[in-house]
């Protein structure tokens, strides 16, 4: 959310001037030299225009922004054999008419980065990349520039010009960089976790820029945290940088994931390590095509700030149609603002999503705007049976979450439901909702049902517990949690727990086995070793591409 801070630019390689082909606009074009190099060996085209020494070749894209409803739109080059490095620098034509174009860079096999609004150039090589972008194997074969139409004044020229250079000789110091590995657990024993599951570094392009993942790290231990996801926008290009950083960190543990980030909305994708398509509203490329990629790989998607009012961030409001019960959460709190309408309705309508929440932070807490909040405010507590990225996430997927609206040192709610639970779902004819709330005295609990206040109950002293009994429908569902209030303003809330009749349950019901936090069902059990194994084979076979 904060302003992007302009970089130091390096200069597009001069090109001699005899040579300096430039071509008719629009997106098809190729320069002459480029067509060159298709006929001739790839060291004789680059001798003839530069000699050895300089070995690069850079191809020049100018145009108007294509109009009509595709928000992105493709610059396609190709690349020889041989090509270690590849500078992408461009700008905005006229510079100043307040457009903005998004700049992303892909390989035949797929993202190596996006920039997002990154003003300085972007560089992808064999063994180093500039931030956002993803080193590695430099195939031949087409690649493309991807630019997403951020926002384009009406009535104003909006036009590009993009110089894509070629180098067979790297540019870039080789970077410090480890294929991810999953940390396993940093700490043992089953109780609340602390998290913030939005946090950015200087991966995203908005982010300020000198912000490592070290300096998140330090921040986000100093408030007390025990992990915190980086979300950066639409790349996985830090990936490479957790096994440093969780080392020298071995307290807080890094939740891997992205923001994945469009012009109508922004989610997070929780445990994702591949980068999928972002290109939404695109040649009819959905939502729920890029949901359903994200569930392939094992990862759950949750939708961010999905309320945001705020006018200078873009598409961060959701207005993507979605089937709810495909949304696994929702921030019900990011920075000041809440999302608790929006998970109430979506809840209405068959989704089963978590509560979340997230900071947001792009800054590490550092010279903070007026709605920002540092890394840490919100924070969501997750139930989990010891601190590691299985755990954290079984505990987020089974609804065992609790948001802490100003920070960690909110009160504490912890909601049970006696009954055969499973999931997020307790099944029992009728089940006891319980409650014990810590550091909450003098507030307001309120005792919720399906997004409706069934009890307001004053709460006094430091440890206080409340019940209530419940029955379960005849038909279908319903949903009980709780909330915290002071005056008018939510302290925390827990997630959701669903209640259904016994002979709902799989398997068939009967079990009226209570089942607190560290305690399973069999069912439960049984439920959370086969999601395990699938995810982490899936996660290890994603592990082995990247
Ligand atoms: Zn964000």
Redesign the pocket.
Known sequence: MSAPVPAPVSAPAPVPADLHLLLESGAEMRSNRQMLCRVLPLALCLSLAFGVARAQETIHFEGDVPEGPNTFFFLDFEVPEGIVEIEVAHVHVPEDTGNVLDWGIDDPNGSRGWGGSNQENAIVGIEAASRSYIPGPMPAGTWRVTVGKAKIVPGEPAGYSVDVTLRTIATQEPQSRKPYQDPGALKNGARWYAGDF?V?TRESGDARFTLTIDEALDFAEGQGLDFVML?EHNTNSGLTLYADAQAGHPDILIFPGQ?FTTYRG?GNALGALDNVDYTIDTDGYTIAQAIEAFHAQGALFSI?HPSNPLPDCRGCAWTLEVDPTTIDGVEVQTLILPGVEFWEDLCANGSHATAIAGS?DHRAGQDLGTFDTPIGTPTTMVFASELSVDAIFEGVQSGRTVVKVLGPNSPMIETELSGKRVGNTVFADQANLSVVVTGADGMSLRVIKNGDVLEVVQVSGDRFEHETAVEAPPEGEDRYRHELVKGAQRQSLSSYVWLRKADDAPGGGGCDCRTPGAEWSDGALLFSIFFLCGWWLLRHRAAGRS
Request: no cysteine.
């Open positions: 939005h950015h979300s923001e922004h961010n947001d």
